[in-house]
């Protein structure tokens, strides 16, 4: 699997940043953007940039709910701003979409893409990361039902195997 680099998606410079060390990343944590699948990284950049006055896009990397394209956001230890209090513990990952009662709003592409993303995380921790929704650490209905049931249940992937992980 290939992520698009935040030049390819056209990203805005970040106006700061910090860097977290490995050793400090424990938390791989699932988010939603709650908007639609057609709602582009730049737009959730812009969005969190102007709106909510942060340095950058929240997240670390970013999946289209669909297509199971992933982003590039903040990185793997580029400090996010996904949840607060819990940054640097946690590495946040948003699904571009909504998570619909009684709908499965995430393809299996997207998911597919997100385990590929937690084995690569885990693989350069040197070992496995808790998995986690925003709603185990912030007052949040975020990820959403369905995502965050996925993600308690170990990310399981119906019918067929994820690629093996690039070594980083």
């Not at 699997?1 to 944590?29: L, Q, Y």
Request: with cysteine; charged share 20%.
């Amino acid at each position: 699997m290939d992520i698009i680099s935040r030049a390819e998606w056209g990203a805005r410079p970040p106006e700061s940043r910090s860097t977290v060390s490995w050793s400090k990343r424990t938390v791989f944590m699932g988010h939603y953007s709650a908007a639609s699948a057609t709602q582009t990284p730049r737009q959730i950049q812009d969005y969190h940039m102007r709106v909510k006055g942060w340095s950058d896009i929240g997240y670390n990397f970013l999946i289209n709910s669909i297509s199971g394209v992933i982003y590039e956001g903040r990185g793997w230890t580029t400090l996010g701003a996904h949840c607060s209090g819990h940054n640097t513990e946690a590495i946040g990952v948003c699904i571009i979409g909504k998570d619909q009662p009684g709908r499965q709003d995430v393809s299996d592409a997207a998911r597919r893409a997100f385990k590929w993303l937690y084995e690569q995380a885990n693989d350069r921790k040197g070992k496995r990361l808790q998995l986690l929704g925003h709603r185990d650490r912030g007052n949040t209905s975020c990820p959403g039902d369905e995502i965050y049931t996925w993600l308690h249940a170990g990310l399981p992937i119906v019918g067929g195997s994820t690629p093996a992980p690039a070594k980083p």
